[in-house]
Structures are given as C-alpha cells and as structure tokens.
C-alpha cells in the first residue's frame, strides 16, 4: 500500500479544524500500516499554508497549485485530486465529512472507479486489510466496513477524531504536483458571497449529549417549552438524544400523522 492522502482544508485562522481531525486520524491509522502521510493542499498560488502542513503529522506535503483553483470549484478540485492520486497511486484518501467532502468523494470514488465510506467514526488497520466503522440507526450501533477496491475515498465525521498534535520545528518536504486543469470543466460559477453575522458559541462546540440534573430542573425546561410551543400554536420537537433518554415520550410515524 501507498501513503495515505489527507485533502487539507484552509479557514481564517490557517489549516481548519475539520482538517486537523483528519490528519489525526491518518496519523494514527498510517502509524499502524508503518506508511506515510502525504497532505494534498490544493491552492491558486503559493500562500504558506503547504508550509504550514508539516507541523501537524503529514510527513510530506503535496502542494497542487494552478489559477483555475481561485473559488475552489468542486469539478477542478475533483479533476486536481483524480491526478494526484493516479500519479501518486494512492490507496486511500481521507476527506472531512463536510459539505465540500461530501460532494467530492462519491464522484471521486466512481470516476477512478474505486470504493467510497461516509462519515467515518473508526479506522482500523490488519496487516494491509482496511476496517472503517459508522454508526447506522441514528448512532445506536456501529457497522464496519472493508472495501475491497481501490482506491477508498474516505469522508471522516467531523469531531469524531482528536486532532492532530502540532510538532513546531519538523522538517518535511514539500513537493509540486503538476496537474492538468481545463476551464471547460466548471459549470457554475459563484457571483457573490455572503457571510452571515454569527453571535455567540457555534452550535457544534456545544452539540453532543449530556447529563441533565436535577430531574426537577429537566422537568421544568421541559414543561416550559411545550406551553410556549402550545402559546404558538406549534409543537415542541425533541433530539433522538433526548428521546432515547426517556426525557420526551416518541412518538411513531402514525402518532404524527394522527396529530396533524
């Protein structure tokens, strides 16, 4: 087997967190192949971010830079990742499981006519055999999965790896991987961006399940957001969290449909 590939991902403040996670989890998994971790840093002109990369794990940098990827047009990242990994002959290629992995691996996987695994929780490795675990039925239990063709795009479910460890000060190469990119290829075009104003936590630093004590307090709450849901004229909804605790009573597809 090759080295495996991790797609790293920029955000305001350097390499994003979605992609600090995924250099953890290859880290590990390559440490258990005894293989390489090489980092594909996609780029319209060199910014120090390929740089940047060798500090968290990757023990080689793949910088793929070309003007055509100003905007990060998802068919000139496919095109860009499909050369990298036929010129590398790469095995495996881990993407976050956010909206842009999401969209590029399946199409990654069938044009070079490989395997794909979504939202990834675990990676296990025996000998050159490949195990991935994801949860199935709403996170109750877990399903492994062992493709047998090649290359596997894998998408990793954001927070459910610890991020990679930064090493200050350790040398890695940074090699230029030439592709061949054609404007023909886009077939949208964004006109304009929009940033929203966030105020406060986001939301997915605060997701996740947790203890509600006391019983009475919960009570409460709960109590309180059905009679404003009522006030309304609406319905209080509830997580499966929330439900699989006992918290909120479910209720069946045809309780729901009754209710209407």
């Given at each position: ?42 780029e319209e002109a060199p ?33 860009a990742l499909q050369q ?105 075009k964004v006109v304009e ?68």
């Amino acid at each position: 087997m090759t080295d495996i590939l991790v797609l790293v991902e920029r955000s305001e403040a350097g390499i994003s967190r979605n992609s600090l996670e995924v250099l953890g989890a290859a880290r590990r998994l390559a440490d258990c192949l005894e293989r390489k971790v090489g980092a594909v840093v996609l780029e319209e002109a060199p910014s120090g971010l390929s740089e940047a990369v060798g500090a968290y794990g990757a023990d080689t940098v793949l910088a793929v830079r070309h003007p055509l990827l100003a905007g990060r047009p998802p068919e000139i990242c496919l095109a860009a990742l499909q050369q990298v990994l036929m010129q590398k002959k790469s095995e495996v290629l881990l993407l976050a499981d956010d909206d842009g992995g999401r969209e590029l691996a399946p199409r990654l996987a069938h044009s070079l006519d490989g395997a794909v695994v979504t939202e990834v929780v675990g990676l296990e490795a025996e000998g050159t055999n490949l195990t991935f675990r994801r949860q199935l039925y709403g996170g109750r239990c877990l399903g492994s999965f062992a493709p047998q063709r090649r290359p596997v795009i894998v998408t990793v479910k954001l927070r459910s790896q610890a991020p990679a460890a930064e090493c200050p000060g350790r040398p890695v190469p940074v090699e230029d991987v030439s592709v061949s990119l054609d404007p023909s290829l886009i077939r949208a075009k964004v006109v304009e961006r929009v940033a929203e104003d966030v105020r406060g936590v986001k939301l997915e630093k605060r997701a996740g399940r947790r203890e509600w004590r006391p019983e009475a307090s919960r009570a409460r709450t709960l109590s309180s957001l059905d009679a404003l849901a009522q006030l309304l004229n609406g319905a209080m909804g509830a997580s499966r969290a929330a439900t699989d605790a006992g918290w909120v009573r479910y209720l069946g597809r045809s309780a729901r449909q009754g209710r209407r």
